[in-house]
């Protein structure tokens, strides 16, 4: 398989593929970038990743050696534990991204074409000004974080200076650090890709609701088709039997199901080229095609999904660890509590870059519920429509939208507040520990 692909999704993809996340090949097109596998990169990943989790573990054994005394990060046996947990799942976490990359990229090649087809049926565009503002946001969130580790590693090696260690520091944690970058990025493809399959199901509910008024039944709102920047794709086989424009229809729906749904008029407003009743089919066929995808990518990400959450979890423990200890101690050092409270909201901004997109997915879900319950209520009895819609509202009984990575919790915001309340019980015993140790 391979796709063509531009705008904020080719950036996205290009810096995944320098960190070894994805690791596909690039051929420049008028419209974008072919990709495709890269056994070349594939090979190059597998390099990176093992030459730096083999480095910093290395670090982490050396800086351990070197005693509280002297050691910057580990100035007491609890801060040892701390400071060792903290690498270690940011270890796990880059190596099982990069690890099981080929086998996402292959997914993902895979389900974008469910995704062009949604695009096709429902007459989707794209704004260049919007692939503009999403590429400054991720550039944005990239530079805060490069930042944000430079101001920490300088930190570091500069209290080293202190027992003359400073290179050693360097040597030590350089791999740290750049895994750090590792984790980012995943969470940061996740995201975008969650983001992207939500953009469908919003396009999918403006079009269902847009057949909703057509049947004069009550909806609250009906919105314009939003444009669809984000995975803004042409998606085509390595097959030469199949030109582009056949490439955007879906092998595992029948021809019709993905045909044209809705057009735009010569004044520019959306209607319909189809009767309601059909529409009303098509637009179940298209819907169970993009939970197919959210079960695809959930599955894809289970893994990385959970050790994202723990690292996020033990790193939203560590930090406020460091930054009370700080204000006990009262060393007054200001430089170290900025830092600690910055390393505070990034790893909350994590939690949220994870659960948001999942849980605005969810939110799109129950929006779909909604729109056929009142298309049910108030339909016309006669034809056969209520059929349509009685078949629609068994598929999403038996098609929930949800993303439960390996099974184990439920991306959506109740979860934050779990994690802040297991945050609150560890801190406190993490310090009454420390009152022990000291």
Same mark, same amino acid.
């Given at each position: ?51 730096? +989790? ?32 903290? @690498? ?16 996402r990229m292959r997914n993902m090649l895979k389900f974008m074409e469910s995704i062009a087809s949604v695009d096709h049926s429902i007459g989707a565009y794209y704004s260049r000004a919007t692939e ?13 974080? /490069?930042?944000?580790?430079? !101001? ?29 970058? +590792? ?7 996740? =995201? ?10 919003? =396009? ?19 919105? !314009? ?18 030109? =582009?424009? +056949? ?25 319909? +080229? ?88 969810? @939110? ?22 209520? /059929? ?39 801190? @406190? ?10």
């Amino acid at each position: 398989m391979h796709c063509v692909v531009g705008g904020a999704h080719a950036f996205i993809l290009r810096i995944s593929s320098f960190f070894g996340l994805a690791p596909l090949r690039f051929e420049s097109r008028c419209n974008g970038f072919t990709v495709s596998i890269s056994n070349a990169m594939c090979i190059y990943s597998y390099i990176l990743v093992t030459t730096l +989790v083999i480095s910093t573990i290395f670090g982490l054994v050396a800086e351990i050696n070197v005693g509280i005394e002297r050691s910057v990060r580990m100035s007491s046996r609890m801060s040892q534990v701390v400071s060792t947990c903290d @690498v270690l799942v940011v270890v796990v976490t880059a190596g099982a991204g990069v690890y099981g990359a080929p086998k996402r990229m292959r997914n993902m090649l895979k389900f974008m074409e469910s995704i062009a087809s949604v695009d096709h049926s429902i007459g989707a565009y794209y704004s260049r000004a919007t692939e503009r503002k999403l590429c400054g946001i991720l550039l944005a969130i990239l530079i805060f974080f /490069s930042i944000l580790l430079a !101001d920490d590693f300088c930190f570091y090696t500069l209290q080293a200076s202190k027992f003359e260690r400073e290179w050693n520091v360097v040597i030590n944690y350089i791999g740290f650090y750049l895994l750090w970058y +590792v984790a980012m990025i995943l969470e940061l493809q996740f =995201a975008f890709t969650a983001l992207s399959i939500r953009a469908r199901f919003q =396009a999918v509910n403006d079009v269902l609701a847009m057949t909703a008024k057509i049947v004069s039944a009550p909806v609250r709102k009906v919105n !314009d088709p939003s444009m669809l920047n984000i995975l803004a794709i042409r998606v085509a086989t390595s097959e030469p039997r199949r030109c =582009a424009n +056949v490439s955007l229809l879906v092998d595992k729906l029948h021809e019709r199901d993905h045909a044209v749904i809705i057009r735009n008029t010569v004044t520019g407003n959306p209607r319909l +080229v189809v009767p309601p009743c059909e529409a009303i089919r098509r637009l179940a066929c298209l819907h169970g095609a993009l939970c197919d995808v959210v079960q695809d990518l959930d599955q894809s990400y289970g893994l990385p999904l959970i050790l994202i959450l723990i690292s996020t979890l033990l790193h939203l423990i560590v930090t406020p660890y460091f930054l009370i200890m700080e204000i006990i101690v009262s060393t007054n050092r200001i430089h170290f509590l900025v830092l600690q409270f910055l390393w505070c909201a990034t790893h909350m901004l994590r939690m949220f870059v994870v659960v948001e997109p999942c849980h605005y997915t969810i @939110v799109e879900g129950k929006r779909t519920e909604d729109l056929v319950s009142r298309l049910m209520r108030t339909a016309p009895s006669n034809g056969s429509l209520p /059929s349509r819609l009685e078949v629609f509202s068994r598929q999403l009984m038996l098609q929930s939208i949800a993303y439960s990575p390996m099974g184990m919790c439920t991306l959506d915001r109740p979860l934050v507040a779990s994690v802040l309340g297991a945050v609150t019980t560890y801190l @406190v015993i993490l310090i009454q520990f420390q009152r022990y140790d000291t």
